[in-house]
């Protein structure tokens, strides 16, 4: 589980980055995203053994959900690793 304090940071972090953020916009990033951000997780747990806790998987649905704003919730290379995850489904399809 994780603290008030940790939820408190999150949230202070992604107001950081885009200040008009709002619950509709966490709700629908959720929503629209949480299915891939979910295949993507258990790609990166069974492929390089590293857990997705609850915030990690909020960071990759907020950056789907806006890529420009969001930017910078995730690592350099946790954002390489998810787009390039991507870009191989899209070829895929």
Known sequence: TFTLTQYNG???ELVELKSDVT???FASAHRKHIGT???FAEYVEGSVHRKFNPFTRMRHALYLFDRR???GVLFDL???SFDKWLAARQHRK
């Open 37 to 39: 951000v979910e295949r």
């Open 69 to 71: 704003a969001f930017r």
């Open 23 to 25: 619950d509709k916009d």
């Open 10 to 12: 999150f949230v202070k």
């Open 78 to 80: 946790q954002r390489q």
